[in-house]
C-alpha cells in the first residue's frame, strides 16, 4: 500500500488512489538517486519514495493549500533557486493544471535534471475544478507532447490512467459527495446512502473500462514518463 487513502473503502474517491498507486508501482525502476518533487503538498508518497532513492526533496511555494514541509521554498511558474543537473528523477502529480506558466515547471525541470534523468507526471483532464482560484488548464496528451518536447525532453510516453466508466464514475460520486452536509447527523445519513452507490460504482468501473477501446478520449487524467537526452 501506497497511499493511506488507497484501503479507505468508505470514501468517494478510493479508486483514484488506487489507479495512482499502480502506476508508482510500474514505475519504481524509473526513481534512482536524488529525487525532486515538484509541487510536493504534504509530501503524501515520500517514504514509498525513500525506498527507492537515496534523497528525497520536496518543492512547494508558501502559499500552498497544502500543511506543506517543503526542502525548498519555490514558486514552479518561476525559475528555481536549484542548480543545473543536480536531480536523478523529478516526480510532479497533480500539479500542472494548477501552474499558469506550466512551460516554465517543465523548462526548469529539464534544466535541474542529469543528463538521462527522467521525469514522472501525473496531469488532470477530465477532473473539476479543484483548489480554486488556482487551476488553470486541462491538458490532451498532443498539448503534453508539445510542451515537454519544447523543453527538450525525449521518450515521452502519455498513458490515460483509465477509461470512460471509471471517469464517469469518479465525476459522479464527486458530484454527489458535495451534498454531504449540514449537521453530523444529516451528513451520516447522507453518506450512508450514497456509500453503496459509491463502492459498488468504484469496484465495478475498471471491470467496464474493458468496454472502453480507447481510453484517451475519455479518461479522468494522464501519467507521463520523459527523459532528458543523455546518457
Known amino acids: 500500500m501506497i497511499s493511506k487513502n488507497h484501503s479507505n473503502r468508505l470514501a468517494h474517491n478510493w479508486l483514484v488512489y488506487n489507479i495512482g498507486d499502480q502506476f508508482l508501482e510500474k514505475f519504481i525502476p524509473l526513481f534512482k538517486g536524488t529525487l525532486y ?12 519514495f525513500l525506498q527507492h532513492v537515496q534523497q528525497y526533496i520536496a518543492v512547494d511555494w508558501v502559499g500552498s493549500f497544502h500543511a ?17 543537473e543536480v536531480a536523478d528523477t523529478i516526480i510532479s502529480l497533480s500539479v500542472m493544471e494548477h501552474l499558469c506558466e506550466p512551460q516554465t515547471m517543465l523548462n526548469e525541470a529539464n534544466r535541474i535534471l542529469k543528463p538521462g534523468g527522467r ?5 488532470p483532464w477530465q477532473w473539476w475544478i479543484h483548489e480554486a482560484p488556482y487551476d488553470f488548464f486541462r491538458y490532451t496528451p498532443y498539448g503534453l507532447k508539445y510542451l515537454l518536447e519544447k523543453a527538450n525532453f525525449v521518450d ?13 464514475v469518479l465525476k459522479w460520486n464527486y458530484f ?33 473500462d474493458k468496454l472502453d477501446h480507447n481510453w484517451e478520449l475519455e479518461t479522468s487524467g ?8 543523455g546518457l
Not at 506543506?68 to 543545473?84: C, G, V, Y
Open 68 to 84: 506543506t514541509q517543503a526542502d525548498i521554498a519555490a514558486d514552479l511558474n518561476q525559475p528555481l533557486p536549484i542548480e543545473s
Open 119 to 123: 521525469i514522472i507526471l501525473q496531469i
Open 37 to 48: 518533487d515538484l509541487g510536493a503538498g504534504e509530501s503524501p508518497y515520500k517514504n514509498f
Open 222 to 229: 494522464y501519467f507521463v514518463t520523459a527523459r532528458k537526452l
Open 176 to 208: 454527489t459527495n458535495r451534498f454531504v452536509r449540514g449537521p453530523k447527523t444529516l451528513r451520516w445519513v447522507i453518506k450512508s446512502c450514497l456509500l453503496p452507490f459509491w463502492y459498488l460504482g468504484q469496484k465495478s468501473a475498471p471491470i467496464l
Open 156 to 168: 515521452i510516453v502519455i498513458e490515460p490512467q483509465a477509461g470512460f466508466f471509471t471517469t464517469l
